[in-house]
């Protein structure tokens, strides 16, 4: 095993905590697993060491540093899962656009797609295994290196997120560039929606053909767009992708769960828990009582607590977790934060939260 070049996707070490796929799949661990969303980020001092100077694309192109990246939290916190460190854009650089990631400003892409016909500079059909390959050979060495502690979620971009991405060149708070191909050429835009999902679909097969062994779909950009929009240009590709993947992974004799992430797509959650997702993934603008009662029981739920309540102090985290636990229940139920973690957190409040989840999530289903 000491030269990574050639750690193989087998004979991985035994899973010793399985309450994240229990619960994925609807059962009632013995407590309520937890991870967090960029639980693997630069609120944490080793995190920022190893990043310290690199090209932000280069260390995701690195193996052994996202392997690092990726275990850090762990020796830290007793999470339940661990989420491979890596990036939704490495979809868009595989299909050849370039992609910086700038200092204060975030991704940036050097030249964005304007007009129908730039949609010809893209690479359609992507070879996986060859563009990003690195990403594979991150998921199995960390599996091997994990030692079965905790399962490993890979993940990915879903196509609008990375549409409007491509079109924006970057952040946006409206992106109407984006938005304005929907209603100026939305027939052009199935059209990078259907790349964008045919990549997708390869990618989450080879990752967990790589040993990942549950899969989020990230539709960070849902809430920009309104029922209808989402309805048309979002929720059929969500769909399409679990269920693809699904049928590919059935014929290798695989399965493992999908989680389904449309942030701010509070209008869709009955449409969401019947995507052939086993998990929808809340933010905190929804009740956790209320989503219970929409999803109908037809999924597992993740979420949602504010990521901002971490910088509450301990004691009233202990309190706001108390009472989101309660709202979920504690049934196919995985606890996670609403978005992702801040780099200006204090991995203590981090510590207090998931040994709340723990804590709390005992007491309740001994009191059952």
């Known amino acids: 095993m000491s030269n990574n070049d050639f750690i193989l996707p087998k004979d991985f070490p035994e899973l010793k905590n399985d309450t994240f796929l229990r619960a994925a799949r609807g059962e009632e661990p013995e407590h309520v697993p937890v991870w967090c969303m960029r639980q693997a980020g630069r609120y944490l001092p080793e995190f920022r060491e190893i990043r310290a100077g690199k090209d932000f694309f280069d260390t995701c192109r690195s193996p052994e540093n996202c392997c690092e990246l990726t275990l ?17 854009l490495v979809i868009p650089q595989a299909m050849g656009m370039e992609v910086q990631m700038l200092t204060g400003k975030g991704p940036t892409f050097t030249d964005p797609l304007k007009e129908p016909e730039d949609l010809q500079r893209l690479q359609a059909k992507v070879d996986v295994n060859k563009e990003l390959d690195y990403v594979f050979k991150a998921i199995t060495l960390t599996r091997h290196k994990i030692e079965g502690k905790v399962p490993l979620i890979g993940f990915t971009g879903a196509p609008w997120t990375l549409m409007s991405y491509m079109i924006e060149g970057g952040g946006s708070t409206t992106h109407s560039k984006a938005k304005r191909w929907l209603y100026r050429h939305p027939d052009s835009s199935h059209m990078l929606l259907r790349m964008l999902a045919d990549v997708i679909v390869e990618y989450l097969v080879g990752q967990v053909a790589a040993g990942a062994q549950a899969l989020q779909v990230f539709e960070s950009h849902a809430g920009i767009l309104g029922p209808v929009e989402f309805r048309e240009f979002s929720l059929p590709y969500l769909r399409d992708i679990a269920r693809r993947v699904k049928d590919r992974l059935k014929e290798k004799g695989q399965d493992v769960p999908m989680i389904v992430f449309a942030k701010d797509a509070h209008y869709a959650l009955e449409e969401l828990s019947e995507s052939h997702y086993e998990v929808v993934s809340l933010d905190w603008t929804i009740d956790p009582r209320s989503a219970r009662e929409r999803t109908g029981g037809k999924v597992s739920l993740q979420g949602n607590m504010d990521p901002c309540a971490l910088y509450a102090p301990k004691e009233q985290i202990s309190d706001i977790v108390r009472k989101m636990l309660e709202g979920f229940g504690t049934r196919g139920y995985i606890a996670n934060l609403g978005h992702g973690l801040y780099p200006d ?3 203590e409040n981090v510590g207090a939260f998931v040994d709340a989840v723990h804590q709390h999530s005992k007491l309740l289903i001994k009191q059952k």
């Open 72 to 88: 850090q939290p762990l020796r830290r916190f007793p999470f339940d899962a661990s989420i491979i460190f890596s990036d939704i």
């Open 345 to 347: 957190m204090d991995p």
